[in-house]
């Protein structure tokens, strides 16, 4: 059973283009969580989302950062117009039906420069 | 609102050292509470977790004992190897409806076991 897949593992951004950051949950799971680590620090919470419905986002930026989860293909993270204090692992996370306990994936590295 | 407070690393042992991380929490209600390892360059993985009072999680040798009255949740083994190397997350999740259990971490605590 395959773990929690993101790609990809790597990005390197210039400020102001767009950065789209993939996750596909394990087999099973619809619930997907993204978070952020910032250098040094510990992961924050941005959006939990099932299946074409943002659940929660009382995490995410106001501006500039979006997320869906379609029924088909992969959880997508989307930042726009990316500045530099953008630069960070970004994690995402997932859960079956009713479960609690989160799996998370190798993050992508987001480096805007 | 929820946090979680963890003892500030880095920490150094030798092999074969005994070793506690701190954890302590702040939240309403009865949150569940876990340890993450994060190894260089990779994603978080879980280590344990407890669910209720005096709950004790294991793995791999690793030990924590959910403590209500003092509101904890400290990290232990017996005996660390090199292997051991790594950073480690203290985190809570409490139920905040529609199937949403989003964490809280710490900080993480930096961990370096010399040979």
């Known amino acids: 059973n395959a773990g929690v897949m993101q790609n990809p593992r790597h990005l390197v951004r210039r400020r102001g283009q767009e950065a789209r950051l993939r996750c596909s949950p394990m087999?099973?799971?619809?619930?997907v969580y993204w978070y952020r680590q910032l250098p040094e620090e510990g992961l924050k919470f941005m959006v939990y989302?099932?299946?074409?419905?943002?659940?929660?986002e009382s995490g995410m930026p106001k501006e500039r950062f979006s997320a869906e989860f379609p029924k088909e293909g992969p959880s997508i993270l989307r930042i726009q117009q990316v500045v530099r204090g953008d630069s960070a692992a970004y994690f995402c996370?997932?859960?079956?039906?009713?479960?609690?306990?989160?799996?998370f994936g190798p993050g992508t590295r987001l480096l805007v420069l | 609102g929820d946090s979680v407070t963890q003892m500030e690393g880095p920490v150094t042992l030798s092999e074969e050292a005994f070793l506690t991380i701190n954890c302590t929490y702040t939240?309403?209600?009865?949150?569940?509470l876990f340890w993450y390892v994060q190894y260089p360059g990779e994603g978080l993985q879980l280590l344990l977790k407890?669910?209720?009072?005096?709950d004790k999680g294991s793995n791999k040798g690793f030990e924590a004992t959910y403590r209500k009255e003092t509101t904890s949740f400290h990290l232990e083994k017996g005996s660390v190897q090199v292997s051991d190397s790594a950073v480690y997350f203290c985190?809570?999740?409490?139920?905040?409806?529609?199937?949403?259990?989003?964490?809280?971490f710490g900080k993480g605590t930096l961990l370096t076991v010399n040979p």
């Open positions: 996370a997932s859960s079956p039906p009713l479960g609690e306990t989160q799996y």
């Open positions: 087999k099973g799971h619809s619930h």
């Open positions: 989302l099932q299946k074409e419905n943002i659940i929660d």
């Open positions: 939240a309403t209600g009865y949150p569940s």
């Open positions: 407890a669910t209720k009072a005096d």
């Open positions: 985190a809570l999740s409490r139920y905040s409806g529609g199937s949403n259990y989003k964490l809280t």
